[in-house]
Structures are given as C-alpha cells and as structure tokens.
C-alpha cells in the first residue's frame, strides 16, 4: 500500500491505494469487472459515464428559481462494505437478467466476493489485510462502489431530495439541480443518516458558478453555460515539445486539450479556452502553425462525430413502428 497526496484539498491528505496489479486475483477480477459494468446506470439512472454525458443530460436544463450544488461521498471505496456490495451485486443481477455472464450467477457472485475479500497488502514491511471496504487499485472497486451507490438512491437518496431535484453522480461526486428555497443543509443530514458509513460534504454554487468534474458550470438564471474547469494547484506542466516523447503523443496531448473545448465549452468561453491552449503550449515551445493545425484536425473530428450522431438519431426515427 502506498500513499498519493490530495494536492488540491487542505493539508494534503494522503489517498491510500492497494496496487493489484499482479496479485492473484487481478486478472479474474478484470473478467469479472467487464460485465459487471453493463449493470451500471440500471438500477438508479444516476450514473455518468463522463463530462460529456453530464453536458448532455442537463444542457436543456431550465434554471429559473433553480441552484446548483453538489455533494461528494468521503473516502468511498474504503467506506463500502463488502457484505453490503455483494448484496447490492446480487440484487443487480436478479433485476437484470439479460445481461451475459460467464459463468453461472451463483458462481459469478462467488468469484466476485473471492476476489473483494482478497484484501492481502504489504505497508512498511509488514503484512496486512484489509477486512472491510473496496481496496482502490482493484477493478472490481469502481464498479462495485458505484452499483452500491445506486442501490442507496434507489432506497434513499433519491426520495430525501424528491422527484423535482436533478440528480447525476459520477462515482462518488453527485451534481444535484433544485430549487432555490431548497434547504441543502438539512438535505445534508438526512443523506447522512442514511448509512453510517456513507458520509457526504456539500459545496454549493458561488457567483453563479460550480466546478463539477472538469467543467465549470454557470448558472445563468435561465439556463446553464459551461466552459473547462482547472484545480487552483492547475500548473500548466504539460510535455515539452522538446521532450523525448514521441512526435504523436505530443501532438496527441495537444489534441486532447482542443477536443475538449469543443466538447465542453459553450461559444460564450471557447475563444478564452482556444487562446489559453495556444499560449500554454506556445511557452512550451510548440510551433504556433502546429497549433493551428491541430485545432483545425478537432474542429474536422468534432464535426465527423456531430454528423454521425446526427445520422444515427435520424436513422432511428425513421425505423417503422411495426418493425
């Protein structure tokens, strides 16, 4: 086991991560994982995949006499219980009997509870074994901590904020949308007495604005707007494009930044992203008509995909009912 510092939060922190990179059961638990994902987003609807699936669910969103805050779980995976995740596995599984396992449900369930009891580590020298809670470096561990979450808006959650509240978790940070009169201190202690382990901190929008992942969403009185969202310890220490890297993992990078601001940013801040992604890479060395390339290929990609997902949605109107 071993220790990555919370750079971004007070006092650094230190997140403990058990690597299962070669333990025994890695390799099971990576089969396992796989069609354990398909349950999620199953039980509760809550789940996102990422930012862009964020941007989707709440663009149309009406935000007159709305708020925008988000709750976020301490310690998750290291909170979850085990007996409590393999129940809510088991429960998964009985409601959702199409999806493809394996093995037999009643072995697939044992091989995963095989695999999260497996909690075998070495700290300082000495030998220990983690007797509850989701181990993080598992590949079990997110998808587990995520069915487990669905399960407990399903029961609670969900019914403490009501049907009028907007809520969207992304593993164990939950983007929630309510009316302005909501009282978000007392919806805090009721998600709190829910499971004795499962604990929630809220933070609230300040000035209109709330970073969610990595988008800064502004409420805008009658709908929302969003551009990219960077931590205060952000240091722009990106790859040289003197490095030793390859010509396309620079580029790559690079890449990656313009996609994203494509994908996020709303048309009121994509020039301020375009013009940060050319001066931050531009004191790296990288050659400005590079960047100006490279903006273009996203903008070329960007448009590949619109079209294609504008295809796929007029395709599947045009399906006959009958059929």
């Known amino acids: 086991m071993y220790g990555l510092p919370k750079t971004h939060k007070s006092g650094n922190p230190m997140r403990p991560i058990t690597s299962g990179v070669g333990s025994a059961p890695h390799q099971l638990a990576k089969k396992l994982a796989k069609p354990l994902s398909d349950l999620l987003g199953k039980t509760s609807g809550t789940h996102l995949r990422n930012s862009g699936d964020l941007l989707n669910r709440i663009k149309d969103e009406r935000m007159n006499d709305k708020k925008l805050a988000s709750f976020d779980v301490k310690s ?7 007996q409590d995740a393999m129940e809510a596995v088991r429960r998964a599984l009985d409601d959702n009997q199409d999806i493809a396992l394996p093995v037999p449900k009643a072995d697939f369930i044992r ?14 020298g000495n030998e220990y074994k983690q007797i509850d809670g989701l181990a993080m470096g598992s590949p079990l561990s997110p998808v587990l901590a995520c069915i487990f979450m669905e399960t407990l808006e399903t029961d609670h959650f969900l019914n403490i904020v009501g049907q009028s509240t907007t809520w969207l978790r992304y593993v164990d940070d939950i983007l929630v949308i309510v ?9 805090l202690r009721k998600l709190n007495d829910v499971h004795p382990k499962i604990q929630f901190t809220c933070e609230q929008e300040q000035d209109g604005k ?19 969202y960077r931590k205060p310890t952000n240091k722009n220490d990106f790859i040289h494009f003197y490095s030793s890297h390859s010509q396309r993992t620079k580029t790559g990078v690079v890449l990656g930044f313009y996609l994203r601001a494509f994908r996020i940013c709303s048309k009121e801040y994509l020039q ?10 531009t004191k790296l060395s990288y050659p400005l008509g590079l960047l100006l390339q490279l903006e273009k290929k996203a903008i070329k990609i960007r448009s590949r995909s619109s079209n294609s997902n504008a295809t796929k949605r007029k395709e599947y109107i045009s399906v006959p009912l009958s059929e």
């Open 272 to 281: 301020n992203e375009l013009e940060y992604i050319r001066t931050t890479f």
């Open 210 to 228: 709330l970073p969610f992942l990595d988008t800064l969403i502004w409420n805008r009185e009658s709908r929302l707007m969003f551009s990219v």
């Open 111 to 124: 091989l995963v509870r095989l695999c999260v009891e497996f909690g075998a580590l070495e700290f300082e």
């Open 179 to 187: 009316n302005k009169q909501q009282d978000l201190d007392s919806v």
């Open 76 to 82: 998750l995976f290291t909170n979850v219980p085990l």
